[in-house]
């Protein structure tokens, strides 16, 4: 059990455990430890001691009878190394379709047909995620990740706005919060980003924190101890206050106000497709957003990018998938973006991926995007075009 592991992981650990050394251990199992930080030991189990043999992806496939959020994956298991994982993706829930596939997957006698099942060499790689996407997509991946340093590596900082612990308590309508003025700060929320703009809806935060060290004293803040001990029942309900009831007040996060006044970008957390948004240096970020601000490169040249497909690929290929079709875009996936050296972007092309932001227009942004990382026409067709 590592970081915050689901239940299953234990299952799957001891499963292995006890495999005697020609068995054979198949799980269907929901697939986000393949790829989440909480999957990292399992991972690592297995590539020192086991073998993927089969993996089937299972997303968007109706393998139940009720909707579910996370999609599952089938996997086998054995002791007995290879190098290869026969890998298949969404089958058909069809009778003749599903006997056909079992006869691919099982028989090594049978060649690999690409609209079937394919075999797939190195997806398991020590605690790393499991690259199980297409051939050609994760070549691009393994160029791009051999060829440039990761997004926090050329000055960029990724982080998750302020988590409460109780938003009744501590959000409220900005101008209504009747505490001191240095005791609130705006924030922004995923409404307020709906529309690829910051449309903000007037919300505020309390900061119980002070500028240097801990929190506040409340008997400096007079309205501020006012407005918490009206609503400490439901403050001290919380775990954080429970743990230490003499820090009662505090918010899980600590509130930083000088990250409202940084410009930054806000994703929301689920996504079908990247959901970029710039804001100016005025509000701060709530728990359901991550932003990325960044000391070096342009921020509406960075928002080209992460509006790219190339973006949602690095995120597609780390990210579990939802329900619809829909990608977290949290700050574990986005780390795992690469992308060069502001300094060694050309001029001519700093102001073709900043326009193309400015604009929202998605193509402009993959066609800059792939300039900026040299994509080849293959490469630009493992992505699905969009780059001419």
């Not at 003499?246 to 990247?274: C, F, H, V």
């Amino acid at each position: 059990l590592y970081d915050r592991a689901d239940l299953y992981i234990p299952f799957i650990e001891k499963s292995l455990t006890v495999l005697k050394p020609q068995g054979k251990l198949g799980f269907i199992c929901a697939d986000r430890w393949m790829k989440n930080k909480y999957g990292g030991p399992l991972r690592k189990l297995v590539a020192d001691k086991f073998h993927l043999q089969i993996y089937v992806d299972m997303t968007d496939t109706p393998a139940f009878n009720t909707n579910v959020i996370a999609y599952p994956a089938i996997t086998i298991f054995t002791r007995e190394k290879s190098a290869m994982t026969r890998i298949a993706h969404r089958p058909a829930i069809e009778n003749g379709e599903l006997k056909r596939l079992s006869v691919a997957l099982t028989n090594k006698a049978v060649e690999t047909d690409s609209l079937l099942v394919r075999d797939v060499a190195g997806v398991v790689k020590g605690s790393e995620p499991w690259l199980l996407e297409s051939v050609d997509q994760m070549k691009l991946i393994r160029r791009l990740e051999q060829t440039f340093p990761n997004i926090e590596d050329v000055g960029c900082k990724i982080g998750i706005g302020v988590a409460t612990g109780s938003d009744q308590a501590f959000i409220g309508k900005f101008d209504e919060l009747n505490v001191e003025a240095d005791r609130k700060v705006p924030l922004v929320t995923t409404k307020d980003i709906v529309s690829g703009e910051v449309v903000w809806t007037g919300l505020g935060v309390i900061n119980p924190y002070a500028d240097i060290g801990g929190l506040v004293d409340l008997n400096t803040y007079p309205k501020l101890r006012d407005y918490l001990e009206t609503r400490r029942e439901i403050i001290s309900k919380r775990h954080c206050a429970q743990k230490s009831p003499e820090n009662w007040y505090r918010t899980i996060d600590r509130i930083t106000p000088s990250l409202a006044l940084k410009p930054k970008l806000l994703l929301p957390d689920i996504k079908g497709e990247a959901h970029v948004v710039y804001e100016e240096g005025k509000l701060y970020p709530h728990h359901n957003l991550y932003y990325v601000t960044s000391t070096e490169w342009d921020l509406r040249a960075l928002q080209a990018v992460l509006l790219s497909s190339v973006t949602r690929l690095f995120v597609a290929t780390y990210s579990t998938k939802m329900r619809g079709g829909f990608l977290r875009f949290q700050a574990q996936y986005l780390r795992r973006i690469r992308m060069p050296k502001w300094s060694e972007v050309p001029i001519s092309l700093r102001s073709e991926l900043s326009n193309a932001a400015v604009n929202r227009n998605i193509n402009a942004c993959n066609i800059a995007t792939f300039k900026l990382y040299n994509l080849n026409n293959e490469e630009q067709a493992a992505l699905g075009g969009n780059g001419d």
